[in-house]
């Protein structure tokens, strides 16, 4: 090789750097543009719903100061362990350093999986950054702990606020300081960060300005398609829902019909991932005529839209639906979440007018009794009521990011922080995860309902208390005495199983069983038996508290829904021969998972 060919082969690397460097700085330049046009677009929240009321803030410094003139010897003893623990991490790390060690000092902190890459401990500069960064959390938690004279109230929204800033300030969400991501962006010369900017910048158009990680790649999904694919049609459509009738998998099946009534905060498809775990098609298999509603996802002109009209125009519509498509008097009906709360204003309703068209009513995850507002007490306050009470008279909805942001921050790590650091900071296409697709896929409340059910049920709890006037009746969780199912979960941060335990033992049932399912929210209901995952507790004596009730209790390996089966059927009556979709009145109207579902998807 001659040495004018060395010297173009010397020159190709950097001509090709060159280039490369030179389209990402136009990338990058497009991006700006974009993402400065997609923030322009913003219609921001209100200014309430985005931060508690400083008076949270000033009560604690107030608090905390006044435990420093009662008893200033405690105060100093936790300010000086901090300081002291911090001036001798720093002196450590210079004593290794001065001693030609490239080491870190020694590291008791306990392991969190934020800092499972090895730098964490090995590097003594990102040693360094997470020993102090623990150092701070613990100060700030323990801060906290000390304010006395909050009350109970004040203590958790302290605790949960705080909580919020140290996992905001963690240093694995700065790029200067995350060792995954800058090894990412050396080995790929920058490209990670490139990409990881068109990731944020698509995210931010895909929500109208707002900043929501996606978490799931939705190009991968199809409802009807790859999701949502139990065959059934919608026999029914009004304002409010449609009802899809899912054809049989039975030669024969029970003669009473089973009707499941899903949340609205989000859609019903849930109970229908995929086969290997939809519910839905668990329940044809068994031998069962299943409805399901699926409800529409409102906008602005749904804003008068109230509870009641859920009721009348939702639960009690399907319910004379299915009865004239089946030709039964009474159905067997499902609440889950905030479709078993309405359910149960429902049931109350029908004992008022003398209404016996329901044979049992299972529950999954729903609470009637809302004493203890749990972890959502933080948003349950008059400040955040009072924001989205103004949000939704300005804007007729509650728009579904708010909630969205709201249920991601329960769980900020796992929901906001983690996954933004693999798209933003690592350049990472979100995964092809059907559940996270479904969390995504967002629904509206309309603006009366929502600030009904915030004040006269989260805030007041009148459903368990003097009772709530609604449709010229007053219903109150006494007037449920028909067979009942509670399926609640263990781990569930929404609606905890022992706030759910206490509702249904204000019921008048006779025939009561409550199970409590391992796991959380969504993976305790959606637990098929094939799986084998996760088992459950069981126990027939109610009469104590929920403590009580969970001492007693038996554990059973797998699933809870063949014991349900085995107790459905014992209420759904003989064998007929299996009906297919709809009848002479009840036309099909489209294939399921019908037309609702797919308002407010992403193009």
Not at 138 to 143: H, P, Y
Not at 434 to 447: A, F, K
Not at 474 to 487: E, K, R, W, Y
């Amino acid at each position: 090789m001659t040495t004018r060919d060395q010297g173009e082969g010397k020159g190709r690397p950097e001509t090709e750097h060159l280039e490369r460097l030179n389209e990402n700085l136009a990338r990058v330049e497009d991006l700006t543009q974009r993402l400065m046009a997609a923030v322009a677009r913003r219609t921001a929240a209100r200014p309430e719903l985005n931060a508690p009321d400083p008076e949270v803030f000033s009560k604690a410094a107030g608090a905390y100061w006044a435990q420093m003139m009662e008893n200033p010897a405690k105060i100093f003893e936790h300010q000086l362990e901090y300081w002291g623990s911090s001036v001798k991490h720093y002196l450590e790390v210079q004593q290794t350093l001065a001693k030609g060690k490239l080491e870190p000092p020694e590291d008791t902190t306990p392991d969190d999986p934020r800092f499972s890459n090895p730098l964490w401990k090995t590097n003594p500069y990102f040693n360094f950054v997470k020993q102090q960064y623990m150092r701070n959390a613990q100060a700030i938690a323990q801060a906290v702990e000390d304010a006395e004279g909050l009350d109970e109230v004040e203590r958790r929204r302290l605790k949960y606020f705080s909580r919020q800033i140290i996992d905001m300030m963690a240093p694995t969400n700065f790029l200067a300081t995350n060792p995954d991501a800058l090894e990412r962006a050396a080995a790929t010369e920058g490209q990670s960060l490139v990409d990881g900017l068109e990731n944020l910048v698509r995210d931010i158009e895909a929500n109208d300005g707002e900043l929501l990680v996606r978490l799931s790649d939705d190009s991968k999904f199809q409802l009807g398609g790859n999701v949502a694919t139990t065959p059934g049609e919608v026999v029914f459509r009004n304002h409010m829902m449609e009802v899809i009738q899912y054809a049989p998998a039975t030669e024969k099946v029970h003669a009473i019909p089973l009707i499941i009534f899903p949340p609205w905060i989000n859609k019903f498809y849930i109970l229908d991932l995929k086969e290997q775990n939809s519910l839905i098609k668990w329940i044809t298999e068994q031998g069962f005529t299943l409805f399901v509603v699926s409800w529409v996802n409102p906008d602005t002109t749904y804003r008068n839209t109230g509870m009641e009209d859920y009721v009348e125009d939702g639960f009690l519509a399907a319910v004379r639906e299915v009865k004239q498509i089946t030709g039964q008097k009474q159905v067997n009906v499902v609440g889950y979440c905030i479709g078993g709360t309405t359910l149960a204003l429902t049931l109350s309703l029908m004992k008022k007018r003398g209404d016996t068209s329901i044979k049992s009513a299972t529950f999954f995850t729903a609470l009637t009794d809302f004493s203890d507002q749990g972890e959502f007490t933080p948003f349950l306050q008059d400040d955040f009521v009072d924001g989205i009470e103004a949000e939704v008279q300005e804007r007729g909805i509650l728009r579904s990011h708010i909630m969205a942001r709201t249920f991601s921050f329960l769980r900020s790590n796992d929901l906001i922080y983690r996954p933004a650091i693999r798209s933003y900071m690592m350049g990472e296409a979100p995964p092809a995860f059907d559940l996270l697709y479904w969390n995504g896929d967002g629904t509206n409340l309309p603006g009366r309902m929502a600030v009904q059910y915030l004040r006269d049920l989260c805030q007041s709890n009148r459903f368990t208390t003097e009772g709530l006037p609604m449709l010229g009746e007053t219903l109150h969780v006494s007037d449920l005495d028909l067979p009942i199912f509670a399926v609640t979960c263990q781990t569930d941060h929404i609606a905890a199983w022992r706030d759910c335990y206490r509702g249904m033992r204000l019921t008048a049932s006779k025939d009561l069983t409550f199970v409590v399912s391992e796991s959380g929210h969504i993976a305790g209901i959606v637990n098929p038996p094939s799986k084998k995952k996760y088992g459950h507790y069981t126990n027939p004596d109610l009469k104590g508290d929920a403590g009580a009730w969970f001492d007693g209790a038996e554990f059973t390996e797998g699933s809870w829904w063949p014991r349900w089966g085995a107790w459905l059927a014992k209420r759904s009556g003989k064998k007929v021969p299996a009906r297919h979709p709809g009848d002479a009145t009840h036309p099909a109207l489209a294939p399921a998972p019908g037309t609702y579902v797919r308002s407010g998807q992403a193009a």
